[in-house]
């Protein structure tokens, strides 16, 4: 599968942002997805996944409350809808998939994700 993320841009703090991954190839429905970011110098980090279906989502602690992932299967599209954002949520987002049936659900560290898009990036001012 090929996923291509977009949505980023500069936001003030407090404002919102709707991240898109777009997958083409493979059926979209076969795949777990998650949400990272990085920073330079700092290690990818775990953001948001949601099931193959839709219907499980697990989120960072970071992020509970203000971050809210969904997926529409028939557009082959997840989404992360990023409110109240904070200046520490400045960087780049990755969308990332893997096989539901050959990883545990969820799966929170990058080496889990076999499939990344190009990233997009997030600034928050303050």
């Known amino acids: 599968v090929q996923l291509q993320a977009s949505g980023g841009g500069l936001v003030q703090a407090g404002g919102s942002l709707r991240l898109s991954c777009a997958a083409s190839?493979?059926?979209?429905?076969?795949?777990?997805l998650g949400w990272f970011r990085q920073t330079p110098g700092k290690e990818r980090e775990f953001v948001v996944a949601i099931s193959w279906s839709g219907s499980e989502k697990y989120y960072a602690d970071s992020v509970k409350g203000r971050f809210f992932i969904s997926r529409d299967n028939a557009k082959n599209t997840v989404y992360l809808q990023m409110n109240s954002l904070k200046p520490e949520d400045t960087a780049i987002y990755y969308c990332?998939?893997?096989?539901?049936?050959?990883?545990?659900?969820?799966?929170?560290?990058?080496?889990?994700?076999?499939?990344w898009g190009q990233g997009t990036l997030v600034t928050v001012s303050s």
């Open positions: 990332a998939a893997y096989l539901y049936y050959r990883r545990n659900y969820p799966a929170t560290s990058p080496y889990e994700y076999d499939y």
């Open positions: 190839g493979r059926t979209f429905s076969d795949y777990d």
